[in-house]
């Protein structure tokens, strides 16, 4: 098998014909202008990715041999010629250009250090520099900052044009008043009040959210959003499921907010479970999302919340082609029946609303200060395993109040774990390093234990959710006290990679790396 055949035997594709027969015409209608306006926006992340100033991709789609049609196809996957699975390493032959950590949000070269030397240099600068929705470029030997509205002015003019055309269509409501202030945000660059419109959206009659969000493709600095665009149906059964968390959540915050002295989130969990429509911007390409937690914005957390929504596609079809193989292979024992996708619903509820808990702002500064702002580039990998231990203590105690069973609580913890190897698939940075850390911290507490002899883990869950607490907590010190260094310090210790994990992975090449829906739209 060749390179590329083995990278897109990696990924499981299924087709998706959305069932839009719940929409009125004219709901109908304005989804379609959304999804052109979506379609924009993954021309904008293009741009944003990659500087294609050789015109490889051109060259590639262009190419009809096996290999090259393969190569473009693999090139459509990824949005790039990096493999986001891989480490992004390249994997177009005679093209062994590193990935630029920054993509094309930065000028070529720019490291840290320089950054640093230039906001030592040019304070003033700090504000436009940091801004999430700002590109730096090169002038004249000088550093600069332009907004996203003026870098990408034509794409969003027109992606804002559909999202005017999409409301006009709509009833007074929720959906119409986000899209009017969405569509305006895209040429003004300011995304507040849409942001807090869209929490208030309930999925009706179709989900949208569009604009700039994750900064998780910010390798360089972790500071840069990259746009994105995802819509959807709703779905009401599943919907209703996961809306029984909402009041244990919501007991459960309180508690913490008292022990670690942060405010809670309020009274209410928006959340909306809803059938797949269109993926648009980063959501397109590498790894696929099964939920996510927006807005990132804390101080929008503190006055609204935030809102879930949550992919049924990807809830049903992850454990059924990744987990569950995985779970056959790594665990003493018959343990698959465990890795079910009620026990992967469970996790990935905790885990999303679990990102609204925890310190929002650095303790004992006179001025709010975000503890993103303070952690820099260790903020996505501390917040993502503190998502994933707090996760686990929020349903230790649904376990307590009766919410969900023992059995469902084991079943969840089996999940984790094949969770972790799922990940550490794609590498050790990111989500993988955060797993990472959390598989030496359980090692360290004897959380299960390795057997030589197969290959294999025995898991001692009491033990597991005991060690995540305590993780939990760990995380959410560091993120009150807004210590880079300290959180530098606790991956360090945390991040080596144990000598079983490379011979068990071994044991899954071929389970799937990613499940990848095809829209027919």
Known sequence: MSDIARRLSRIKRIKITPDLSSLSENALLALTYCVQAARLITTVYRKQ???????????????????GKQIFDYMCVQGDPWDSGDGFAPFVPDYDVARPLGGALYPSGLTKAGWEVH???????QE??????????????????????????????????????????LDDGPLKEYLELRSKELISNTYWDGDIAWVHTTGLPFEINIGPY??????????????????????????????????????????????????????????????????????????????????????????????????????????????????????????????????????????????????????????????????????????????????????????????ITEEELRDVVWTLYSLYFSEFKRGFKGHGGGNLIQYNWLSERGAFQFSSTDGTLDVDVDATIEALKELADVFMEIQSGGSRNRAADFIEVYSSVPVEIPEMLKLIEDVPLDVHPTFIV
């Open 128 to 169: 436009a520099f940091e801004d999430p929705n700002t590109v730096i470029r090169r002038l004249n030997d000088r550093l600069i900052a332009i907004p996203y509205s003026n870098a990408y002015l034509k794409d969003l003019k027109d992606a804002a044009q559909r999202l005017d055309m999409a409301s006009d269509l």
């Open 214 to 403: 994750e900064v998780h493709r910010d390798l360089l600095l972790g500071l840069k959003a990259a746009f994105q665009a995802f819509i959807g149906i709703r779905d009401e059964e599943s919907t209703r499921d996961f809306e029984g968390f909402v009041p244990h959540a919501l007991a459960f915050d309180q508690q913490l907010a008292q022990s670690h002295g942060f405010t809670p989130r309020g009274t209410s969990i928006p959340m909306v479970v809803v059938h797949d429509v269109y993926r648009g911007g980063v959501l397109a390409f590498g790894r696929q999302f099964t939920a996510q937690n927006l807005p990132n914005d804390r101080r929008i957390h503190k006055l609204v919340g935030s809102r879930k929504v949550f992919s049924r596609f990807m809830l049903d079809a992850k454990p059924e082609y990744i987990l569950q193989p995985i779970a056959q292979r790594i665990f003493t024992g018959d343990n698959t029946p465990y890795c079910t996708p009620r026990a992967f619903r469970l996790f990935v509820g905790a885990h999303e609303i679990a990102h609204g808990m925890g310190p929002t702002e650095v303790a004992g500064e006179q001025e709010h200060v975000e503890v993103r702002s303070r952690l820099k580039d260790y903020h996505t990998i501390i917040e993502e395993a503190k998502a994933d231990a707090l996760g686990i203590a929020l349903l230790a105690y649904c376990r307590d109040c009766g919410y």
């Open 49 to 67: 990715a990659w500087n294609d100033d050789t015109g490889l991709a051109l060259k590639m789609s262009k190419r009809q041999d096996e290999e």
């Open 119 to 125: 906001l030592t240099e040019h304070p003033e600068d």
